[in-house]
Each structure stands twice: as C-alpha cells, then as structure tokens.
C-alpha cells in the first residue's frame, strides 16, 4: 500500500462486527455456563478480537487507516433466542424496534473496544444480509407501513450516533440489486448527516464489465468514493488473466467530474478462501488504478514493468508482457458475457441452464440498468448466429494469445516466461467451459423461442451436450490434482458443466415428445 501511495485499508467481511463484539448490552462475555455461553464460539470472537487488533497496530506503525466494511442487518443466532418477536411468519422482521438499538449498540462497542478503526462502511440494501428490507420477505405491517427510504434513514441515523460520539466515519455502500432498492437509498442519503459518506460501487449492482456506470455518480452532494474491483469477481478472480486498465482509464476521469474523492480499490471477494490480487496477475489492476486515481497517466507497458520490478524481475520485459495482458479483457468480455449480458455464475460455468438465464435476466440483470438493451436475450436466428460467433471468437482468441506466449520473444527473461505461462496454465480450458455451456443454453432457448427452429437446431443442441460432456470428463482429474488450486477447481467444475448437460438432455426429451405428440 505505502508502495502504491494507497492510505486506507478496507476489510470486508459482511458479518464482521458480531465476530469481533457480543455486544455486551445483550450478551455477557464473564457469565458463566449454564447449558450453553452466552454466544456459541466465544473462543472464535476473543481470537477475532485479537487478530483485529494486531492488524489495526500494524496499520498504525505503517500509517494507513483501517476500515471494516459490513453489511447490516447481521446478527449472531443467539439474538433470536432472546429476542424471537423479531421472527414472523418464517421471516426476519427488519422493521421490529430491537433491531435499531441492536446495531447501535453493537456500534457502538466496535469503536470503544477498537479506537483505532477510522470508520465502518456498510450496506444496507442488499439481499445478502442476513435482514433487510430490500428482500421483502417480512410481510408484516410494521414492512409495510415504513416506506423504504424511512427504513434506510433510521438505520443511518442508528449508526451515525455512535461513529460521532467516537469521532469517526460513517460511509453507506450502495449494493442493491435493482433501481427499486437503489433509488430510495439514493433519497435517504440526501437526507443523512453532512459527514456521511457515499460509497458507490463503479457499476450499478455489482462490478460486472460490460455494465454502465453507476447512476449513482455525482446524485447527492457529499463525499463520495468509488469502489472497483480489481481482483475480478465477474472477470476470472486472477486465476484467470484480465488486465482491465483500459476499463478503469475510461471511467475514472467520469468518477472525478462526478465529484468522487476517494477510490477503493477491492482485491479479494469474500466468498473465496486464500486469494486476492496480491496472488497472481490481477495485481497489475490494483497497480493500474492505484497510479490512475492518484493522476498518473500510466500506459500497460509502466503498470507492468513497475509489477516487474515489485517482484525482482527486470524491467525489459514489459513491453511483451503488456502486450499479452492488454489482449485479455476483450476475451473475457466474450467469454464470460453474452452481448455484454452476465452469462457466467460469478466467473464459474453456469450451474445449470435455467439459473445461466435467470442470473442474466433476474440476478445479474443488466436490463434495469440499462432499459434500451431489453429484449436482446430473445434468442432468434439472428441473435443466435451473432451471440454464438462471440463464444467462437472468444476461444479462438484464447488459443492465439496462448501460442504467442509459448512463442516468447528474443531476449524474455526465461523465469518471467515460465511465470506468465504459469499463470495461463488453464486460462483457454475455461474460456472453452464458458463457450461450451453457454452454446448449450443458447440452443436450448432458441430451440423454445425460435419461430423458425428446424431439426438442424436440435442436432446442434445434441451436439454441443456432448461437446460439454466430453469436456466435464477431461477436466474432472483438476479436482482430484493437489497441485490445481481448488479456484481452479471451482473455475472449470466439471460438475457444473454435467448438469448443463443434464438439463440439456431434458430439453431434448420434451421437444422430442412434443413433436411426436404433434
């Protein structure tokens, strides 16, 4: 960090606080057992709590700021025991009045026991906390009398409290999955205390590549930071290669006219064991867009020679390696997007046909976002013949870029070569799961939506299920390899690619059937 000029560290763990406080106004840390501590692990949160704090010395030593980046509402199981009113009808009321003092407690306790954390950033619409609103799940009166916005403003105003009586920040994340959650986020965070600050994700929802900026940019006047993933949820975690300095050289200069101050630059995702972009090659991103925010105008040739020398190689290869990197990005895109709509599963092949559709159309929806791209994912022959070249190319890229890398070039340093070549170990065999899978549900959907359809397209179909077979059967020996990182495993699981092939199967069956019946 100090390396690359960057002054605040962010950790982000969802439920981090519950791990690392009771809080104490609910649950006692001395009382004695009975049948069961007042909070299951307790020996779990006392090392959290230690942990924590030798991170937070270590960042004091080093001046950078500490801040955790949580999502609310959370809470530990033992809330629900002592509180159950806060439990309807199968659901969790987030609206119930315990649950503001609950997090302003909780708070509270974060900033006394840890007065060298600088502030919390926290996300309240997301249908990833364990209780909020946007999932509209609770169908209570209290959820229903409460407008949205209300329901955002007072939990800003239940954290707030506590991060002014220590003197620190407060920082909303506006992760929401749809405009309907996004919007009223919007509205109370015009109304928040001055010193609350906004922190948007690049890309609205999530950071998917193809998406448009987050219309949030510049929507309120206060502070605002601009979060961006470089390690690449939705483009190969690093494990496989993407070099987006491109991406990031185009957005940014719109983040500072929008207003935007500060820049998070996200290196892991949570959800994923032992990786972030310190690992492999997606810390050429972090480099990039640690120069770019700080208003250097870097190029892929100085992003990679200072990633290069950062690793005790010479600088002289630059040049070759970020030719290869700059090539990457547009192969993802094809791979890992159908006509710029999300078709991979966070990266990963699809688990099955039905969910690749409903992640593009529902989950991932690039559509509310973007209203004039709607009804590009009804498959005819045109769209089917353009949206299957894309996955053709994509691979076709793959390989070309492979080969000029085994080819090397006079004078490449042979360890930078083995390096690079490392890192591409299995980046064409993914790319191949990607087109594979998605020529599965690409047919499959014409063969339903395709007023021309013909038996051709059938025989197509069958064909690409044998295709994606035959390619579960070769990578299945990944998963049994200890020297493949289980991220790989993930990447290429051939599990996933037999159950495309399964419900593909499926498919077949009824339309057989549907025909004879006709």
């Given at each position: 960090m100090r390396r690359s000029g960057l002054n605040a560290l962010v950790l982000h763990e969802s439920d981090l606080v519950h791990h690392v406080v009771y809080p104490r106004t609910l649950f006692d840390p001395h009382a004695l057992w009975r049948d069961a501590p007042s909070r299951r692990g307790e020996n779990a949160i006392f090392n959290n709590r230690t942990y924590l704090a030798s991170v937070l010395a270590m960042a004091r030593e080093a001046g950078i700021a500490v801040w955790v980046n949580v999502k609310e509402i959370g809470?530990?199981?033992?809330?629900?025991?002592?509180?159950?009113?806060?439990?309807?009808?199968?659901?969790?009321?987030?609206?119930?009045?315990?649950?503001?003092?609950?997090?302003?407690?909780?708070?509270?306790?974060?900033?006394?026991?840890?007065?060298?954390?600088?502030?919390?950033?926290?996300?309240?619409?997301?249908?990833?906390?364990?209780?909020?609103?946007?999932?509209?799940?609770?169908?209570?009166?209290?959820?229903?009398?409460?407008?949205?916005?209300?329901?955002?403003?007072?939990?800003?105003?239940?954290?707030?409290?506590?991060?002014?009586?220590?003197?620190?920040?407060?920082?909303?994340?506006?992760?929401?999955?749809?405009?309907?959650?996004?919007?009223?986020?919007?509205?109370?965070?015009?109304?928040?205390?001055?010193?609350?600050?906004?922190?948007?994700?690049?890309?609205?929802?999530d950071f998917?590549?193809?998406?448009?900026?987050?219309?949030?940019?510049?929507?309120?006047?206060?502070?605002?930071?601009?979060?961006?993933?470089?390690?690449?949820?939705?483009?190969?975690w690093g494990i496989m290669p993407c070099f987006v300095l491109d991406d990031l050289a185009e957005r940014m200069p719109r983040w500072k006219a929008g207003g935007a101050t500060g820049v998070i630059l996200r290196i892991e995702w949570e959800r994923i064991n032992d990786l972030d972009a310190l690992d492999n090659l997606a810390e050429l991103n972090l480099i990039a867009g640690a120069a770019l925010a700080l208003g250097e105008a870097v190029d892929a040739r100085e992003v990679c020679r200072r990633w290069l020398l950062s690793h005790g190689h010479a600088a002289d290869a630059a040049p070759w390696l970020a030719k290869m990197m700059q090539e990457t990005a547009p192969i993802v895109r094809r791979a890992a997007y159908v006509n710029g709509f999300v078709s991979a599963d966070n990266s990963m092949l699809p688990r099955s046909i039905a969910r690749a559709w409903w992640g593009a159309e529902v989950r991932d929806s690039l559509i509310p976002w973007a209203p004039e791209r709607d009804g590009e994912l009804t498959i005819d022959r045109m769209k089917l013949t353009r949206y299957l070249a894309e996955k053709d190319a994509a691979l076709a890229e793959a390989e070309a870029l492979l080969d000029r890398m085994r080819n090397g070039e006079p004078g490449l340093a042979p360890s930078v070569h083995a390096l690079v070549l490392g890192a591409f170990a299995h980046f064409v065999t993914w790319v191949e799961g990607l087109r594979l899978t998605a020529r599965v549900c690409l047919h499959a959907r014409f063969l339903k939506q395709g007023e021309d359809a013909a038996e051709e397209d059938r025989r197509a179909l069958a064909e690409d299920i044998e295709a994606v077979e035959a390619y579960a059967s070769r990578v299945r020996g990944l998963a049994k390899n200890p020297a493949v990182p289980h991220q790989v495993v993930m990447l290429v699981d051939h599990r996933r690619a037999l159950d495309v092939a399964r419900e593909g199967h499926q498919i077949l069956g009824t339309l057989s059937a549907t025909c004879t019946a006709m």
């Open positions: 809470f530990s199981d033992e809330v629900l025991a002592v509180h159950p009113e806060v439990f309807k009808q199968g659901a969790i009321c987030p609206s119930e009045p315990f649950w503001m003092g609950y997090v302003e407690a909780k708070t509270d306790e974060l900033f006394a026991d840890f007065p060298d954390l600088a502030g919390v950033i926290v996300s309240f619409g997301s249908q990833e906390s364990r209780a909020s609103r946007a999932q509209n799940r609770c169908r209570c009166q209290l959820c229903a009398e409460e407008p949205l916005e209300g329901w955002y403003g007072r939990l800003i105003q239940a954290m707030h409290g506590p991060a002014a009586r220590h003197g620190r920040r407060l920082a909303v994340r506006d992760f929401a999955y749809k405009p309907s959650d996004h919007l009223p986020l919007i509205e109370a965070m015009r109304k928040a205390p001055g010193d609350v600050i906004f922190c948007i994700k690049a890309m609205p929802h998917y590549l193809t998406f448009p900026d987050n219309p949030a940019l510049g929507a309120v006047g206060r502070e605002q930071w601009v979060e961006y993933d470089c390690l690449g949820q939705f483009f190969g």
